[in-house]
């Protein structure tokens, strides 16, 4: 039997409402079955729980996981899966909307032989102020290798070097409509759709092994930040999470399957998988502290420094007065008073 985090769970039940919504309740089951098994394998990379799928390897040999094709063509998961969706016990098409992601990703785990587990905690608790050196580190990198003046030519020149010759006149024609960043073109009526797909296809290539290179590089950038924090957390990066796949790998995959990437969603993500897949848990800021006056004017929510009732936080604002909560109790101040005449 393997075993999935179950924080993991939530993204099976995004897997199942995107499929529902894509391809409708009354699909054929041959279609809900293959887009469901294709979907558990990129959920399980997208994790770095390529484990998982060894582990499926070996119950359901010979298996083959190199892909996702691998699950979809296996005749017992296919089988087995079917079989779960008709059984209106665990999948009721003509139940509740909001039911239904839960019950596909029951049967899918259940097909799979996959149960839920609860892994020990390993967050490691790091300062703000480290992260928005992470950030800015990160941002150093992708701010130049992915702006648009930058990206545009690189996509296209790497793109041009992956067609096939036959196919360069098209491509230089779809490549001048391009969009600003090289990742949006308008359809092309008199381009064959077979020309198109070859295009599109080396552009989404170029995409991804320059957004790769990108990513890699602003991880270096954020490995040496993480080492002045802790040398250790910041070697974790390059372990494996299950199997082969370490946070490096996971955190380049997720970058480079953004569609449109800009600095901004490539460094967001990048920032979000370290937190995620080192187990980082960020403190908050320090909140800053204002000294009590009574010509000063304060807002709801901000600190203050009283000499007599210590630090408060403001709970109430009126023209006059503010109402703050001590250690002591609530106390009610005079504030924005102007200078006397």
């Known amino acids: 039997m393997s075993e999935l985090p179950r924080r993991h769970l939530a993204s099976l039940h995004e897997l199942a409402a995107q499929v529902l919504e894509r391809r409708g309740i009354d699909c054929a089951p041959a279609t809900l079955t293959r887009d469901l098994l294709a979907g558990f394998f990129d959920v399980c990379m997208r994790a770095g729980q390529d484990g998982v799928l060894v582990e499926l390897a070996q119950a359901f040999a010979p298996l083959d996981v190199a892909d996702s094709s691998g699950l979809c063509e296996e005749p017992r998961l296919k089988d087995g899966l079917a079989a779960l969706l008709a059984d209106r016990t665990r999948f009721d098409p003509g139940g509740p909307r909001s039911t239904m ?109 320059i957004v790769g290179r990108a990513t890699a590089a602003a991880l270096d950038r954020a490995r040496a930040v993480l080492e002045r924090g802790d040398a250790g957390n910041a070697a974790r990066l390059e372990l494996p999470i299950t199997h082969r796949l370490t946070p490096r790998d996971v955190a380049v995959r997720r970058a480079t399957e953004i569609q449109y990437p800009t600095p901004d969603s490539v460094a967001r ?50 023209v006059k007065n503010v109402e703050v909560a001590f250690a002591d109790g609530s106390h009610t101040l005079v504030h924005a008073r102007g200078p006397r005449t």
Do not use: N
Not at 143 to 163: F, G, H, S, W
Not at 187 to 209: G, I, M, N
């Open 101 to 209: 992601p839960a019950q596909l990703a029951g049967c899918l785990l259940a097909t799979l032989g996959v149960e839920l587990s609860d892994p020990p905690d390993r967050s490691v608790t790091m300062g703000d102020e480290l992260r928005r050196e992470m950030l800015a580190a990160i941002a150093g990198v992708v701010d130049v290798e992915l702006a648009a003046a930058q990206l545009r030519p690189a996509l296209i020149a790497a793109a041009r070097a992956r067609c096939e010759e036959r196919h360069l006149k098209a491509f230089d024609k779809m490549a001048a409509q391009l969009d600003e960043r090289g990742t949006r073109m308008p359809p092309q009526p008199k381009v064959p759709v077979d020309v198109v797909q070859a295009v599109q296809h080396a552009l989404f290539e170029a995409r991804t092994a």
């Open 269 to 318: 993500s990048l920032l979000a998988s370290l937190t995620e897949l080192l187990e980082l848990v960020w403190s908050a800021p320090a909140a800053a502290v204002r000294t009590y006056g009574v010509s000063q004017t304060f807002a709801v929510g901000e600190l203050i420094e009283h000499p007599t009732f210590g630090r408060g936080t403001v709970q109430v604002v009126t």
